[in-house]
């Protein structure tokens, strides 16, 4: 038997070589990768309150920029934030209404509610059409008497099978949106009388 011959066969008696081979150099390697896995997993770092010669006040954790908020932690009370005032739905609106607040309120409304209401909030969206519950007109005298407050916690929590939206509409859109309710609400319920003289006397042409 030649020296080559005699390697080979004892190669393959205890499995090294040809597929079995690559088996072994594929796990040595794997070994090898989960090695470096665990130095990067290990790396150096603070548990929470450790204690850290690094900084001068000896502690790891830095304390807050001052006037700064974490998210998720700012105080939110006052009416602007809560519709509240001592606890109960309070009424009118927090910042003027003006006619930039009114636009934002339009635009926001027909993005995040009128899918369900409807463009008029009658109720009569597209979501309802095709099987989700039909949400009330907000043309009822119970919606039209409701206070700012209660459309402002409806949409901030949800109301029955309406979810909450405040993920999506943050506080101050919340308020226009509202704004933009009551004129919905007026617009099905206005008379001539609470146009301004000058567009009365245009559509009545002089005539009262
Ligand atoms: C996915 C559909 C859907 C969307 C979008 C939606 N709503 Fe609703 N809403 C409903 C349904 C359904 C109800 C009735 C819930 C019930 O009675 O269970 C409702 C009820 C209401 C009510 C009446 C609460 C009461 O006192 O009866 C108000 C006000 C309201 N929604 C405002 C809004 C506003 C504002 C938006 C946009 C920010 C909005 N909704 C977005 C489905 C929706």
Redesign the pocket.
Known sequence: MSRGSRVATAASAVGVGGRSGRRYTAIALLLLLAACRQKMANQPRYDPLEPSDFFADGMSARPRVPGTVARGELAVDGFMATGKINGADGNGFPFPVTAQVMNRGEE??NI??S???GKLGDGN?M??SRG?????S?HTD??RS?KTG??FD??TNG?????S?APQ?PVED?WA??AY?RALQISQHGTIDDLPPAIRTKLTGGAQ
Do not use: D, K, S
């Open positions: 926001r409304f995040y509610c899918e369900c209401h969206g979501i309802p989700y519950r039909r949400p009330p907000f119970t919606l409701a209660h459309f409806v949409i109301f029955g099978a309406m979810p939206y509409v919340r949106i509202i309710i």
